[in-house]
C-alpha cells in the first residue's frame, strides 16, 4: 500500500493559517462610548440599496411559492385563503428579525465592557475578514460559525461591527424569544427566530424557507446559521443538520443567483462559559430556563478568568465549484421554480456531502490551547487511577514532559496549536493549571483531577455525609467537565486512534485484519465523529500516514508493524477512544440485560443512566470511565445500533416502541470488546 504517495502531498504539516489580531489591545486603550458611536459604512452586495425589515416581510408574503402553498394549505384545511394569510402574516411576524443600527451599538458598548473582563484577548485572523468583505461584494454570503457556547452569535456580530463589516442576519432558537427584553434586543441585532421543529407543517416550513432566500437573493444581510443545529454540550462538533444548508444552497441551484460563498468559522475558547453546566445537563441535572432574570444571576462569573478567545475566517467556499460535476441542475427547469419539490437523491448526497466538508473546514482551524493537551493527560492518569483503585496525582515534571511530547505528536498530525514556544514548558503547563484551577489539584508538586474534594477517584467514600449518588455526580461533573476539554482535541486524533484500536482488536497484523477492523470501528462511531461518508478508505490512509511519518508503525506487502517506540503512541491513542469503546458496550449491555418489551425512545436515556449509576456504585474499578454517563454517548451509541439494524423503532399506541436484536447487540459488544471468535460475523454483517 503506498500511503506515503497518496498522502504525501496533503501533509497536514503544510498547512499554511493566517496570523491573529488581539481585537480587545485597542478596546483596552481607547474610549467604550467613542467604539460604539463610530461610524460604520459596511461595503453590501455588489451595492445593493439596503431594504427594510418591513420590506423584506412584504416581498415574502407576496412571493409565488408562499402563495401557492397558502392556496394548497387553503384546499387541504378548509380554510378560507385569507385566514391563512393572516396565519402566515402572524408567523412571520413571529420569526422575522428587525436589525437597528442603535440596538448594535448599545451591544458594541455593553459587550465590550463584559469581554475586557472575562477574557484576555479575543483574536481574530484579519486576513480571514479581509477574504470575507470582498466575498460579500461579488456573492451572497452564508456564515458558519462553530457553536459551542451562547456567546457565539453575539461574538460574530460584535467582531464584524469591529470591522465594518456587514451585520449579519442570524437564525436562533424560539426559546430566546421567552426572555423578556433580552429577546426582542437580539432581533433588533439580527436575530430571526425559529422553531426546533416543523412537524409537517407546509405553511411554517413555506415561510421559513421563503424569508431565508429572500434575505440571500436580494442581497439584504449575510445569514449566518449553525451547522450543527445547536450547542455541542461536548465541545465535540455534531453531526451536521441539513434543513437550513438545503434552503441556502437553493436559489444557487435553481439558478436564480450566480454562487453563494459560505463560510466556516471556528471559535475555540480557551475556557468555556458554560462548562459545569454542560457536564450537569450531560447528567442529566435540567438546564435553567432561558431567562432574563437569569442572565442578570450569571453576572457572578464577570469576577472570573476565562482566558483567550481565538475567531479564525476560513477561506470562502464557493457552492457553484462545490457542485461542479456533482448536480445536474437542469432537473429544476421541469417544474415552475415555486413549487415546492423534495430534493433527488443526488441533491440530498450533494448536501450532506458538503455539510460534513464545511463541519470538517471549522475542524481544521479550531485552535488548541495548552490546556486542551494537559487535560488528556490527566483523564487518562485519572483513568489508570480508577483501575488500579488509587488515589496518586503525577509529578508536575513528568506532567510537563508528556505535554511537552504530545505537543510535538500534535503538531506533527497537523493540528492548529496555539502553544507559545518563548515560554519554559513548565510555565506554560502551570499557568494552565491556575486557569483551570475547579478542575485540577495541585499539592506538593503532584496534579490530580480536583474529583477528591467531591468524594474521591476510587468510588464514593464510606464515611461522606454526603450520598453516593451525589457523591458520584459530583465527581462526573469534574470528569466530564475536563472530557469536554480534550474532546476539542478530538478531530486531530481521531483517525489515528481508531487505527491504534483497530490493530488492537483485530485478529492478526495483516493488513486486510486491521483495515476490516478499522472500517468496522469508524462505522459503529460515525455518530460520534465527524467522518465524512464514503471515506473509510481515505481516513484509513491518512491514519497510516501519519503513524508511519511519526515512526509509530511500518507497513510490509502483507502486514502492519508496531515499532519500538511506537507502543506508548498506540496505547495513548487507544486510550483516548476507550471511554468511547466502553460506552457503546454498556448500552449494549443494558439492551441485552434491561430493556423491556414496552422501551421507548424517551425512557431510553433516564433507563441506562439507572444501570449506568447502579454498576458505577457497586463496582467502581470495573467501569473505569465516569464518561460513560454523558447522554450524548448514550444518544450516539443508540443512534448507531438503530442505524446498524440492532435496535429498531416499532409503532406502539402513544409512542414508538424500541425493539432490540440481543443476538446482533451481544455480537456488537462483543466485538468492541475485541473477542476474536464473533468479529468476522459481526464485519460481514455490516
Known amino acids: 500500500m503506498a500511503v506515503n504517495a497518496l498522502y504525501s502531498h496533503r501533509d497536514p504539516m503544510l498547512k499554511k493559517r493566517d496570523d491573529f489580531e488581539d481585537i480587545l489591545e485597542e478596546r483596552r486603550n481607547s474610549s467604550d462610548l467613542k467604539y460604539a458611536l463610530r461610524c460604520y459604512t459596511p461595503v453590501l452586495y455588489k451595492g445593493v440599496t439596503p ?52 440596538t448594535v451599538r448599545f451591544f458594541a458598548f455593553t459587550l465590550t465592557k463584559a469581554f475586557k473582563t472575562l477574557f484576555r484577548s479575543i483574536c481574530v485572523n484579519e486576513d480571514g475578514i479581509q477574504r470575507l468583505q470582498q466575498a460579500i461584494q461579488e456573492h451572497p454570503v452564508v456564515l458558519l460559525p462553530s457553536h459551542r457556547s451562547y456567546m457565539d452569535f453575539l461574538l460574530m456580530s460584535y467582531i464584524l461591527y469591529t470591522y465594518d463589516v456587514a451585520l449579519p442576519v442570524i437564525a436562533a432558537g424560539m426559546d430566546f424569544m421567552g426572555m423578556k427584553f433580552v429577546g426582542e434586543m437580539l432581533r433588533m441585532s439580527g436575530a430571526f427566530f425559529i422553531r426546533r421543529s416543523f412537524g409537517g407543517d407546509k405553511l411554517y416550513w413555506a415561510l421559513f424557507s421563503e424569508y431565508v432566500k429572500t434575505m440571500l437573493k436580494n442581497g439584504f444581510a449575510p445569514v449566518e446559521f449553525f451547522l450543527e443545529g445547536t450547542r455541542s454540550r461536548t465541545s465535540k462538533s455534531l453531526t451536521p443538520k441539513l434543513g437550513l444548508l438545503n434552503i441556502v444552497m437553493d436559489p444557487f441551484l435553481k439558478g436564480e443567483v450566480f454562487d453563494v460563498n459560505v463560510v466556516p468559522v471556528s471559535i475555540s475558547y480557551e475556557r468555556v462559559l458554560e462548562e459545569t453546566l454542560y457536564a450537569r445537563e450531560l447528567l442529566g441535572i435540567p438546564k435553567p430556563k432561558e431567562s432574563t432574570s437569569g442572565l442578570f444571576k450569571a453576572r457572578k462569573i464577570l469576577s472570573e478568568d476565562f482566558g483567550s478567545i481565538h475567531v479564525y475566517f476560513g477561506q470562502p467556499v464557493s457552492v457553484r465549484s462545490l457542485a461542479q460535476g456533482k448536480v445536474n441542475r437542469c432537473q429544476f427547469n421541469l417544474v415552475p421554480r415555486h413549487i415546492p419539490r423534495r430534493p433527488g437523491e443526488d441533491i440530498a448526497s450533494f448536501v450532506n456531502d458538503s455539510a460534513y466538508g464545511l463541519v470538517r473546514a471549522q475542524e481544521e482551524n479550531m485552535v488548541l490551547k495548552p490546556w486542551v493537551l494537559v487535560a488528556s493527560l490527566l483523564l487518562q492518569h485519572h483513568h489508570q487511577n480508577q483501575a488500579a483503585g488509587q488515589k496518586r496525582g503525577i509529578a508536575l515534571g513528568e506532567l510537563t514532559a508528556q505535554a511537552v511530547w504530545l505537543r510535538d505528536l500534535s503538531r506533527q498530525y497537523g493540528a492548529f496549536l496555539h502553544w507559545p514556544d518563548h515560554i519554559p514548558p513548565s510555565e506554560v503547563v502551570s499557568s494552565s493549571l491556575t486557569l483551570h484551577r475547579g478542575l485540577v489539584r495541585v499539592c506538593e508538586e503532584k496534579v490530580q483531577l480536583a474529583v477528591e474534594q467531591a468524594g474521591g477517584p476510587a468510588g464514593p467514600g464510606p464515611h461522606s455525609s454526603v450520598a453516593p449518588e451525589e457523591e458520584l455526580l459530583s465527581q462526573a461533573v469534574i470528569v466530564l467537565s475536563c472530557a469536554s476539554y480534550r474532546n476539542q482535541a478530538l478531530h486531530v486524533f481521531v483517525r489515528p486512534a481508531l487505527l491504534a484500536l483497530a490493530i488492537h482488536t483485530a485478529s492478526s497484523n495483516q493488513k486486510q485484519e486491521v483495515f476490516n477492523s478499522f472500517s468496522f470501528l469508524r462505522n459503529m462511531f460515525s455518530n460520534e465523529f465527524i467522518l465524512c461518508p464514503g471515506a473509510t478508505v481515505q481516513d484509513f490512509e491518512e491514519a497510516c500516514y501519519l503513524l508511519v511519518k511519526t515512526g509509530a508503525l511500518q507497513f510490509t506487502q502483507q502486514e502492519v508493524l508496531v515499532t519500538e517506540r511506537g507502543h506508548s503512541t498506540l496505547a495513548f491513542l487507544s486510550s483516548m477512544l476507550d471511554p468511547f469503546l466502553q460506552g457503546y458496550q454498556v448500552v449494549c449491555r443494558f439492551l441485552c440485560e434491561e430493556a423491556t418489551e414496552t422501551l421507548t425512545e424517551k425512557q431510553f436515556i433516564p433507563a441506562v443512566r439507572k444501570f449506568i449509576k447502579k454498576h458505577l456504585l457497586a463496582d467502581p474499578g470495573r467501569l473505569r470511565y465516569m464518561e460513560v454517563l454523558s447522554s450524548d454517548l448514550q444518544k450516539n451509541s443508540l443512534a448507531a445500533l438503530l442505524r446498524l439494524g440492532a435496535v429498531w423503532k416499532m409503532k406502539g399506541v402513544e409512542q414508538e416502541m424500541l425493539k432490540v436484536n440481543k443476538v446482533m447487540v451481544n455480537s456488537l459488544e462483543d466485538t468492541l470488546g475485541g473477542k476474536l471468535p464473533t468479529q468476522k460475523a459481526a464485519v460481514a454483517r455490516l
Open 51 to 102: 431594504c427594510t425589515s418591513s420590506m423584506l416581510k412584504s416581498m415574502v408574503l407576496q412571493s409565488d411559492q408562499l402563495h401557492y402553498v397558502i392556496n394548497q394549505v387553503s384546499k387541504e384545511t378548509g380554510k378560507a385563503t385569507d385566514d391563512v394569510k393572516e396565519e402566515a402574516s402572524a408567523i412571520l411576524e413571529e420569526m422575522a428579525q428587525c436589525l437597528q443600527l442603535s
